[in-house]
C-alpha cells in the first residue's frame, strides 16, 4: 500500500472521528436542558407548591399513606429516581458492551426522557404525584442516557485530546442551558402578554425541554457509529450480569479509588445543582425571575469555565486541576449558608462562582475516568461511573430533606453539603492517577 494511500486514508478516518465527535457534542447540547430549565429552575420550586397545595393542615402529602413534609417531595422524588437508575444503568451498560449496538438503546432512554418531561405540561393543580412519577422517569431516563453518551468518549477522542473534547462538550451542553434560559426568561416574565397565567408560563418551560431534548437528539443518532463488540457475548441475565461486571472491576482497585472520590465530590455537586432554586425561592425568598436571571448566569460562566479549566488541565494536569475546583465549590457552598434573605445581587454573586467551577470539575472528571476504562469495556464502566454521577446522588438530596424535615432550615440543609466537597478532595488527592491508567492497560498521557 502506497504512502500516499495510507495517508489519504488516515486523513478521512480523522475526518470521520471529527464529524461524530460533533454529533456527539450534539447529545450535550440536546439533553443539558432538561438539567437547567427542568431540575435547576422550574421543577423544584413549582413541584414543592403543587405538593404545598395539596398538602393538609400540618404541611404534609401522604403519597403512598406516607407522612411526607411538602418541602422535602421534590428531594425524595430525585432520590427515588436516582435509585432506579442504580437498578437499570449497569444492566444497560453491560448490554451495550455485550452487543456494540449503543445507539437503539441511547435512543430509547432519550425519548423516554423526553416524553416524560413533555409530559410536565399536565402537571397543574395538586398533581404532585404525577410530578413526582414524571420526574422520577425522566431523571432515571437521563441518567442511562448520559452513561451511554458518556461511553463513547474513549472511542471518539484519542487520549490526548479527551480533556478539550469532553471539556467542549461540557460547554456546548452550558450554552445550549443558556440559549433557552433566555427564551423561559421571556415567556415566564411576560406570560400575560403571551395570553399565559404564571403556572401556565412554568408549565410551557418545562415542556419545551422536553421536545427539544428530543429534537436534538436526532443529530448524534445520524453521527454516531456502533462499533463491533470487543467483549464476549454473555448470555447470564441481568442480575448475574450486573455481579460479574463487580467483581471485574476489583481487578482495577484504583479505577474503583477513583470512583469512590467522584461519588464523594459529584454527589454534593448533584445536590446543590438540583436544590438551589429551592433554596433560593424558599430561604430567601427571591422570585421565579430571579433564579431564572440567576441560572442563567451559571450557565453562561460555566462555558467560560469548562473551556479555561480544560486549558488549565494541559499545563497542570487533569487531577490537580479538579482539585482546585473542589476548594473552590467548598468556599462557594460555605459562603452561601451566609446569604441574607432577599438580596439578590449576594445570589448573583454565589452564581458566578458556581459557574466557574461547575463545567470544568464535571467535564475534567469525565475525561480522568475515561483512561481508567478497560479497553472494550466502556459502556459497562461508564454505567459504574454515572452512577457516581447521578446513581448514587440520592444520598445529598436525602441527607438535604432529611435536615430540611428535622430542622425547618435551608440553611442547616444546604451547609451539610459541605462535607461531601471536603471529603472528596481527600479521597481523590490519595488516587494514583498514572498508576491507574496502567493499571487499566492504557497508554498514560504526558500530562494527567
Not at 399536565?122 to 413526582?132: C, K, M, T, V
Not at 461486571?245 to 465530590?265: G, N, S
Not at 462555558?303 to 486541576?321: C, I, S
Request: overall charge positive; glycine content about 10%; proline content about 4%.
Amino acid at each position: 500500500m502506497g504512502t500516499d494511500t495510507v495517508r489519504a486514508r488516515t486523513a478521512d478516518e480523522s475526518a470521520a472521528l471529527r464529524r461524530e465527535q460533533r454529533g456527539w457534542y450534539a447529545y450535550d447540547w440536546a439533553c443539558s436542558v432538561y438539567s437547567t430549565s427542568v431540575l435547576t429552575v422550574f421543577l423544584g420550586p413549582y413541584l414543592t407548591a403543587v405538593a404545598e397545595r395539596a398538602a393538609d393542615g400540618h404541611g404534609y402529602v401522604h403519597p403512598l399513606g406516607v407522612p411526607v413534609r411538602a418541602g422535602s417531595f421534590f428531594a425524595y422524588s430525585v432520590s427515588l429516581s436516582v435509585i432506579l437508575a442504580v437498578v437499570l444503568m449497569p444492566l444497560v451498560g453491560s448490554a451495550a458492551d455485550r452487543s456494540g449496538r449503543k445507539k437503539p438503546l441511547l435512543a430509547a432512554a432519550a425519548y423516554t426522557g423526553a416524553a416524560a418531561t413533555t409530559g410536565m405540561f399536565f402537571l397543574d393543580g395538586d398533581r404532585y404525584l404525577l410530578g413526582g412519577v414524571l420526574l422520577i422517569v425522566a431523571n432515571a431516563a437521563q441518567s442511562v442516557g448520559m452513561m451511554l453518551y458518556n461511553s463513547y468518549l474513549p472511542q471518539i477522542a484519542p487520549p490526548e485530546e479527551r480533556d478539550a473534547v469532553s471539556s467542549r462538550g461540557w460547554a456546548l451542553g452550558y450554552a445550549a442551558g443558556s440559549l433557552v434560559l433566555v427564551a423561559d426568561l421571556v415567556l415566564y416574565s411576560a406570560h400575560d402578554s403571551f395570553g399565559l397565567s404564571e403556572t401556565a408560563a412554568v408549565r410551557v418551560c418545562l415542556a419545551s425541554a422536553g421536545l427539544w431534548w428530543g429534537a436534538f437528539t436526532l443529530v448524534p443518532l445520524r453521527r454516531l457509529r456502533d462499533r463491533h463488540a470487543r467483549v464476549p457475548h454473555a448470555t447470564a441475565p441481568g442480575l448475574r450480569r450486573l455481579a460479574a461486571t463487580v467483581r471485574d472491576m476489583r481487578r482495577y482497585p484504583l479505577t474503583l479509588a477513583f470512583l469512590l472520590a467522584y461519588l464523594v465530590y459529584n454527589d454534593g455537586i448533584q445536590t446543590v445543582i438540583s436544590q438551589a432554586s429551592v433554596y433560593g425561592s424558599e430561604e430567601l425568598g427571591l422570585g421565579q425571575s430571579t433564579l431564572i436571571v440567576a441560572v442563567l448566569l451559571v450557565q453562561v460562566l460555566a462555558v467560560a469555565g469548562a473551556l479555561a479549566m480544560g486549558r488549565l488541565a494541559r499545563t497542570y494536569g487533569a487531577q490537580r486541576t479538579v482539585l482546585g475546583s473542589l476548594v473552590a465549590w467548598t468556599a462557594t457552598l460555605a459562603a452561601g449558608y451566609f446569604l441574607p434573605a432577599g438580596a439578590p445581587v449576594y445570589f448573583f454573586v454565589l452564581a458566578a462562582g458556581i459557574g466557574l467551577v461547575l463545567g470544568g470539575s464535571q467535564a475534567l472528571s469525565r475525561s480522568l475516568f475515561s483512561h481508567l476504562v478497560p479497553p472494550g469495556k466502556e459502556a459497562e464502566y461508564f454505567s459504574a461511573y454515572e452512577m457516581s454521577d447521578r446513581g448514587m446522588s440520592w444520598l445529598g438530596p436525602l441527607l438535604f430533606g432529611v435536615t430540611y424535615q428535622l430542622t425547618g432550615s435551608y440553611r442547616s440543609a444546604i451547609v451539610s453539603l459541605v462535607a461531601f466537597f471536603v471529603l472528596g478532595f481527600v479521597l481523590l488527592a490519595r488516587v494514583p492517577v498514572r498508576c491507574a491508567i496502567g493499571e487499566a492497560g492504557n497508554p498514560v498521557p504526558e500530562r494527567i
